[in-house]
């Protein structure tokens, strides 16, 4: 089972992309609001990945946070609600948006979802009531981060990470500082900058 995809982003179409890593272009359906948060291609990305094995055919699913990616496989455990139903929902609403329309009733926001009539809604606001609340509602949406393709921010981006910053602080920092420094960036420079920079 695919769990996440690290590679190149080849092409974003209105309801899934391509991610080609190592030279296999996988084709990943996501919601609108994963997309949106890709980087425009040729950039590399990571992306989560729920994989879904049916008689004729693999299907992977991609998403920019696991809070997206826990609803997702909720939604599909409800009757009446696949895969394609489950992304139109998260691409209508965000975890916690979803989650105040399901603690408030409102069915009119879960019909706003192409594929969700009165009736399901119903369904999923009886279903989901008691779970919603302890389903992560993500701190608003966290953009895929882009993968520096080499060299010297590639290297100071991995020295930071094993220093023990995140990957989400560490990257901007790295990213601002080489293009500041341009040619004469030295991982040295990078990460001595870097460092005093996060150390604000």
């Not at 359906?29 to 291609?41: K, Y």
């Not at 693999?58 to 696949?82: C, H, K, M, N, S």
Request: include cysteine; proline fraction near 5%; aromatic fraction near 4%.
């Amino acid at each position: 089972m695919i769990a996440r995809l690290t590679g190149r982003i080849e092409g974003i179409e209105a309801d899934r992309c391509i991610v080609d890593v190592n030279g296999v272009g996988y084709l990943v359906q996501a919601s609108t609001r994963t997309l949106a948060a890709l980087p425009a291609p040729p950039a590399s990305a990571q992306v989560l990945i729920e994989t879904v094995v049916r008689e004729d055919a693999i299907l992977l699913y991609g998403f920019a946070d696991t809070a997206e990616r826990d609803w997702f496989r909720l939604l599909t455990t409800i009757q009446g609600v696949g895969a394609r139903v489950a992304l139109n929902i998260l691409s209508a609403l965000a975890p916690r948006e979803l989650i105040a329309a399901i603690q408030a009733g409102d069915r009119g926001s879960l019909t706003r979802a192409p594929g969700v009539g009165a009736k399901l809604a119903v369904r999923l606001l009886t279903e989901l009531r008691e779970k919603a609340g302890a389903m992560p509602s993500g701190t608003g949406f966290s953009p895929v981060i882009p993968l520096p393709a080499g060299g010297v921010e590639a290297d100071a981006l991995s020295a930071l990470l094993n220093l023990g910053y995140r990957r989400v602080e560490a990257h901007p920092v790295v990213a601002r500082i080489v293009e500041r420094l341009g040619e004469a960036a030295s991982i040295d420079a990078v990460i001595r900058d870097a460092l005093k920079e996060l150390a604000r």
